[in-house]
């Protein structure tokens, strides 16, 4: 099947209860995939009740979730993790921060992106200056200021040394900044900017890459399946007993324009699983309920930390490189609540974890021609079926 | 609750009441998160604590500027953790002498509303969310008595604090229940730079001292008992309620 591209949201909603929901059950979805591969003119677009595909609302949840079921939030805040820089020779450079490394807070992991801006796509993009450990860069957040100039004195530009460069991708760096603690927070809030995306209308704010949970900033791009949730939603959700609980995983990039380095992503991701996570899974177990992440970084977290401990869920801190994808059978989530993805994209292919690919692109056709968009601000996918059994 | 322990944001901690609330609360055990737009002052007030043993981190924004909410919360997050208590006690005057509201500018009553009300609700938004989804939390709203009462050139400040404790009171009615609650307070009259500016001849021998206000705060604060929505008056509290 030759799938279309699906239409990008190019803006953040408004109103997070307008996102359309396709619910996709694996179960009625395996049955009628095996029969679609025996009879492809068989399944025509729009036989939707066959496949066991429900075309609704994010508000659908009400009901496609029932009582003892739990939901999974990453409760990460988004960071401002695009730097604009110079190098000690007076290079332009984009920094991204792609996940935080060491404690303290300074030190970071980071990729370069060479000249150019939100409007072009990275893989468009020249490539950045080759830059060795030792090397200064100067972050200059005047440019972020506000714009009635009323607030403070200019303060010195943010500075950071490279401690390494990655024997894989010149691209990806290690970095340390020269202040810590408040200050340091202080200064990445005034001189970075969200990672920004060619196919939104307009470059993005701080708060428009935020979930309405959002906690401590440790995602570098949003955790967008989140994006859909509102508060009336989830507190009635609340209110129908069915249980909300967090983990906060360390988003990084999704992609950095470079074909070899985007290969090697996701690299390794910090994750914490609160104690009471662990205690609303194992009562969403015991009571037959479903666990359902929202979000592929929810699952990693999850996931990844059940496999740190032989599969069963611990409360704590860690990090993950756990790949998601058709060899990775989850043991700890039923279903997953998640953007609609384009076939090709490493996205689709961590939805194999869920569903099996052939009913994966019938739903992505379905989706596609019904008018859902895609994208972090798009429509949305709830890959659900029926409790696993005990084990 | 008790205070050991927690994260706690106060706003307009750098002098007055806020400073005197961070001082109490530090002596607590609380892991303190302050907010002001003097650099230098709340440095002050942060290093102090630092020194006498507390944890307090100073976090130089301006509440009533939109884009520096998630940089508040984000810091806070990243410094202290779980915000687990929010005290919006950062105050815009208005014009200063104060003026009647036929002298008012227009721009001035829209300074005072964004720090005194626009400010605090959207810090609200962006600390109140990670709250419900612990199911726990307190915000408390410093209010005035100019809220209640029409008095003569307070017209900006007494409403903005008006919107601001029929703001609390309706987070309070649509969130009751879910483990986040709500109070506001009144502090009353203080002697504090904010009072000196507003009335220069005031009797100070008749004006509360902040730390004394801090101290019935920090109790309320500590108050599970205290209905959602309640609107307390600082004078009229006693500790052994």
Redesign the interface.
Known sequence: MQAAAMQPAAWPRRDASATRLLHVDPGAGRRTARAALRHPAAVTPGSSRRRGFVDGRIGDLRVLLREGDLLV?N?A?T?PASLRGVTDEGAAVEVRLVGREGEG?GCWRAALFGAGDWRQRTEDRPPPPALGAGEELRFDGAATR?EDGR??RPDGPLRATITSVDVGSPRLISLCFATR??AL??AL??AARPVQYAHTARPL???QV????????WAVEAPSAGLALS?EL??DLRRRGIA?A?VTHAAGLSSTGDGELDARLPLAERYEVPE?TVRAVAAARRHGGRVVAVGTTAVRALEGNARSHRGRLVAGGGTTKLRLGPAMRPRVVDGILTGVHDPGTSHFALLESFAPPALLLEAHAFASERGYLGHEFGDAMLILGEPRKAE | MDIQGRGVLITGASRGLGAALARTLARQGARLALVARGEQALDEVAAAIRAAGGEAHAIVADVGAKEEVYPIAGAAASLVGEIEVLVHNASDLGPVPLALLADTACEELERVLAVNVVGPFRLTKALAGPMLLRQRGLVVHVSSDAATAAYPRWGAYGASKAALDHLARTWAAELDGSGVRFFGVDPGEMDTAMHAAAVPDADRRTLARPEEVACKLAQMIGDDSIPNGARLEAAAWTAAR
């Open positions: 939030v409760d805040a960071l807070g506000g607030r403070g603690g408040a927070w202080r809030y005034r704010a701080l708060w935020q979930t309405a949970y959002a906690a401590r900033p508060w989830l507190l909300i967090r009471e």
